[in-house]
């Protein structure tokens, strides 16, 4: 879908995308094979060719800051394919007070492997682990995760897209929490985790920290994995739905989409 995208290029909105799409400008080739073809409206032909060049070269060398604020929070969705092998499924847990010292495990998934991350262990590797990928993808997380991380870790600048289920999911009809959508949708969790709530998660680490409870511990990251295991079947999930709701009627003019 990024590769059909031209909202991020200035002097074009919505409408004019749309009326691209509607003129047969399928994607960025189209568009710089026959510039000439398409009509930008108020945009200048030559800035977005250049704009266009310079998206597609970003694109081939993996420099995703050139797209992070022009899709920002509501577009960042459109990117998804395109650095699904660079991005990080993203959940914290705390420890019930406010502020970056309660963090108490970073959860990531990467859709091949799991780490977690622990306070008083390893919680201090997370600067260094978050700036190997490109995409962050979490639920809620503008909210709350990503602002409580910059307190935790100062300085922190996240310059990775984040796609933010929260926003992206309520735009195709979910609402509610994440386990309430993973429930409407099917998505399971294993039994002895399936009742447990952020509540729980904060009652587990005080049983760790206070009683040395290592099944507490234990009990705890496999609840952040599967917020965090869970958020990829979320992300396929709205992705394609925001995808269909986009293309809309000009969708068979465009790549199926099998496609992406």
Same mark, same amino acid.
């Not at 899709?71 to 990117?79: F, H, I, P, Q, V």
């Given at each position: 879908?990024?590769? @059909?995208?031209?909202?991020h ?7 004019m995308e749309?009326s691209?799409w /509607?003129?047969g ?11 000439? @073809?398409?009509s ?10 250049r /704009?266009?060049?310079?998206?597609? @070269? ?9 797209f992070?604020?022009p ?9 998804f394919? /395109?650095?699904? #092998? ?7 847990? !705390?420890?019930?007070?406010?502020g ?6 970073i959860?990531?998934?990467?859709g ?7 306070k008083?262990? #390893?919680?201090?590797?997370?600067r ?7 995409? +962050?993808? !979490?639920?809620?997380?503008?909210g709350? #995760? ?8 100062p300085g922190?600048?996240?310059?990775? +897209?984040h796609?933010?289920?929260?926003p992206a ?8 929490g994440?386990k309430? +959508? ?5 998505i399971?969790?294993?039994?002895e985790?399936?009742?447990? !709530?952020?509540? #729980?998660a904060?009652?587990l ?5 206070w ?6 511990? /234990? !009990?705890?990251?496999?609840y ?6 869970n958020?990829?079947?979320l ?10 709701d986009?293309?809309g009627v000009v @969708?068979?003019t ?5 496609g992406?």
């Open positions: 879908m990024l590769r @059909q995208t031209f909202l290029v200035p002097g074009i909105g919505r409408k749309r691209l /509607e003129q400008c399928d994607d960025w080739d189209c568009l710089l094979a026959h510039p000439e @073809q398409y930008f409206g108020t945009a200048a032909r030559n800035d977005v060719v /704009e266009i060049e310079r998206s597609r @070269q970003c694109l081939e060398e993996g420099v995703h800051q050139h992070r604020q899709l920002g929070l509501g577009e960042a969705w459109r990117a394919p /395109e650095f699904r #092998d660079r991005c990080v499924y993203l959940d914290i847990e !705390t420890d019930g007070s406010k970056g010292d309660s963090v108490t495990t959860g990531m998934w990467d091949r492997a799991f780490q977690c991350l622990i008083g262990r #390893d919680l201090e590797e997370f260094d682990r978050i700036s190997h990928y490109s995409m +962050i993808v !979490t639920f809620f997380g503008a709350f #995760d990503l602002p409580v991380l910059e307190q935790r870790f922190l600048v996240f310059d990775q +897209i796609l933010d289920l929260c999911l309520r735009k195709i009809g979910y609402r509610g994440l309430n +959508i993973e429930r409407v949708l099917g399971p969790r294993a039994p985790i399936e009742h447990l !709530t952020g509540l #729980d904060v009652k680490w005080r049983a760790h920290q009683r040395g409870s290592e099944r507490a511990l /234990e !009990t705890l990251i496999a952040n994995k599967a917020d965090v295991v958020l990829e079947r992300a396929e999930f709205a992705y394609a739905r925001l995808r269909r986009t293309l @969708q068979r465009l790549i199926p989409p099998s992406d």
